[in-house]
T-cell receptor
Framework: GQSLEQPSEVTAVEGAIVQINCTYQ??????LSWYQQHDGGAPTFLSY????GLEETGRFSSFLSRSDSYGYLLLQELQMKDSASYFC?????????????FGAGTTVTVRA | DTGVSQNPRHKITKRGQNVTFRCDPI?????LYWYRQTLGQGPEFLTY????????KSRLLSDRFSAERPKGSFSTLEIQRTEQGDSAMYLC???????????????FGEGSRLTVL
């Protein structure tokens, strides 16, 4: 089986930095993805880590430590539009099978 | 740029009725996925097609659920004899040979929300 743990909620003010942690236990691991989902919207891809280290994409960065079965998503210079749910997801197959196992999500609320 | 399209967006039905959802993936994508999402949870994998072949089905997909992808283009997900526990958002996603293929990126539609009364 597999389990992914992430905090359920985070609240922060505009301009702040938020880190969303994700720990995972899975039978097989190939990479960790992060998705953003606004209320009523489609999940949209943010980032992916297959190797240890930090991946930076604009205001968002994602980190992975395979030895610790741990990753995080860092949201910098928070904006109101960043209020959404953020999901970590494990890709388990070493092939081109993109079936993902998602965590329960972290709801980020950005206050003025 | 046409994304993944799903319809209907909302469906309210009575217990015991059959419902069908349709997904039109991004046209050049050969892989198509169905996920289910309940309130406060992440999407759960249901099934996966590569072209017209259904390659994997989750144990979540009971005998009342059937999915097809004729001709490897659009897909349908049918739920027979709906139960209240089937109430959820049904998400379709697709992926293919894009420049970001190695990231495992899935392109999701906005989902079809099912409410079973």
């Amino acid at each position: 089986g597999q389990s992914l743990e992430q905090p359920s909620e985070v609240t922060a003010v505009e301009g702040a930095i938020v880190q969303i942690n994700c720990t995972y236990q899975t039978s097989g691991f190939y990479g960790l993805s992060w998705y953003q989902q606004h209320d009523g919207g489609a999940p949209t891809f943010l980032s992916y880590n297959a190797l240890d280290g930090l991946e930076e994409t604009g205001r968002f960065s994602s980190f992975l430590s395979r030895s610790d079965s741990y990753g995080y998503l860092l949201l910098q210079e928070l904006q109101m539009k960043d209020s959404a749910s953020y999901f970590c997801a494990v890709r388990r197959a070493p092939s081109n099978d993109y079936k993902l196992s998602f965590g329960a999500g972290t709801t980020v609320t950005v206050r003025a | 740029d046409t994304g993944v399209s799903q319809n209907p967006r909302h469906k309210i039905t009575k217990r015991g009725q059959n419902v069908t959802f349709r997904c039109d993936p991004i046209s050049e994508h050969n892989r198509l996925y169905w996920y289910r999402q309940t309130l406060g949870q992440g999407p759960e994998f249901l099934t996966y097609f590569q072209n017209e072949a259904q390659l994997e089905k989750s144990r979540l997909l009971s005998d009342r659920f059937s999915a097809e992808r004729p001709k490897g283009s659009f897909s349908t997900l049918e739920i027979q004899r709906t139960e209240q526990g089937d109430s959820a958002m049904y998400l379709c996603a697709s992926s293919g040979t894009s420049g970001r293929e190695n990231t495992g990126e899935l392109f999701f539609g906005e989902g079809s929300r099912l409410t079973v009364l």
